[in-house]
């Protein structure tokens, strides 16, 4: 080659490569298939060593472990076991329904000794003498509720429909405070001498209500399943509430809403009693003038729920006592 001053130089000659040189990598691969730091950790593990890093790393996670179980632990036994105050109020809540739990037991045994005096002086002043004003104190005693009865009749379970989710129930698939107002009526109707709800026995002063998903029986709650009991001739009763409004709606709620509806006939059915009632003093106005009260002890059919409770017209038999119910503890006829 030429140059500007017209002097040649000979051109530089490249260096002569590998002939494996385009295969470096495949050559390291098949020279050291295993990694240095692989190797090394290998090798101390043949040897039974092991290193300062990994025994820090050991012990570090052994602590961290230790420290979360206590302090899992001590957050454990701070929700199960509350703060002094809370507990102390709490027992003292627990104190206080105690004892007026304990004050209510001693008022209705208090109460059920009363009652049970009243009626042994009622019947010691009646005697044997005067037996049909006994009986026709019996019969006011069984329609009244104040005494607890016993006999054959009819029991009807009404459930609720079953749902699949809890938290959106449909209040048509509960039984309704309606519900029990229409069996209760029917029952009486078709010739029912007493009736209860859950043990709750009815009055003509009962009324029936409801008060959100509870249903209210004289103010007392009452839930699912509700069992009616009602005394009185199971064979002449059933056909009877068949017939009227009260089975078909029995009817209804079975076949379109799932309600569960049990009838059965009992051989023998114990309602209890209300106690003694309320005196109630009643006025009959004349021309401008009011004659001097004078108390009563049988309810007024009035309160809305069961007023048609006892049957306008209804009365008991020739002996002056309901065929079916007789006084629970005392001989009927």
């Given amino acids: 080659m030429s140059s500007r001053h017209g002097t040649e130089r000979p051109l530089p000659v490249a260096p002569a490569r590998p002939p494996d040189a385009s295969m470096t990598l495949l050559t390291e691969v098949y020279r050291r298939p295993l990694d240095p730091g692989y190797a090394e950790a290998a090798a101390r593990r043949a040897t039974g060593t ?8 050991l012990s570090t996670l052994v602590v961290i472990a230790v420290v979360l179980g206590l302090g899992t632990t001590a957050a454990t036994i701070a929700l199960r076991h509350p703060a002094s105050s809370v507990q102390k109020a709490r027992e003292i809540l627990e ?38 004003l006994q009986e026709g104190a019996d019969a006011v005693a069984v329609e009244s509720g104040v005494q607890p009865v016993e006999g054959r009749g009819l029991r009807i379970e009404l459930t609720d429909a079953p749902t699949e989710d809890p938290d959106t129930e449909d209040p048509k698939l509960r039984v309704q405070d309606q519900d029990l107002q229409v069996l209760v009526n029917g029952l009486w109707a078709s010739g029912a001498e007493a009736i209860a709800v859950n043990g709750q026995r009815l009055t003509s002063m ?52 799932g309600i569960g509806v049990q009838m059965s006939s009992q051989s023998r059915l114990k309602l209890p009693g209300t106690g003694p009632v309320t005196l109630h003093d009643a006025t009959r106005l004349g021309l401008g003038e009011a004659t001097e009260p004078t108390p009563s002890t049988t309810p007024s059919p009035t309160q809305s729920g069961t007023a048609d409770a006892f049957g306008a017209g209804r009365a008991p038999d020739e002996s002056g006592v309901a065929s079916s119910a007789r006084l629970s503890g005392r001989e009927g006829t």
């Fill in 50 to 57: 092991a290193s300062p890093r990994t025994i820090r790393s």
């Fill in 95 to 132: 104190g206080q329904i105690g004892e007026r739990t304990e004050k209510a037991e001693n008022l209705q045994a208090q109460i059920d000794e009363l009652t049970g005096q009243v009626s042994s002086l009622q019947a010691e002043v009646l005697g044997d003498d005067d037996r049909a």
């Fill in 206 to 257: 009962t009324a029936i209500r409801s008060a959100g998903d509870a249903v209210l029986v004289d103010l007392v709650p009452l839930s699912s399943p509700y069992k009616v009991d009602a005394i009185g001739n199971p064979v002449a009763m059933q056909p009877a509430l068949a017939r009227s409004s009260a089975g078909q709606r029995l009817s209804t709620l079975r076949t379109s809403f």
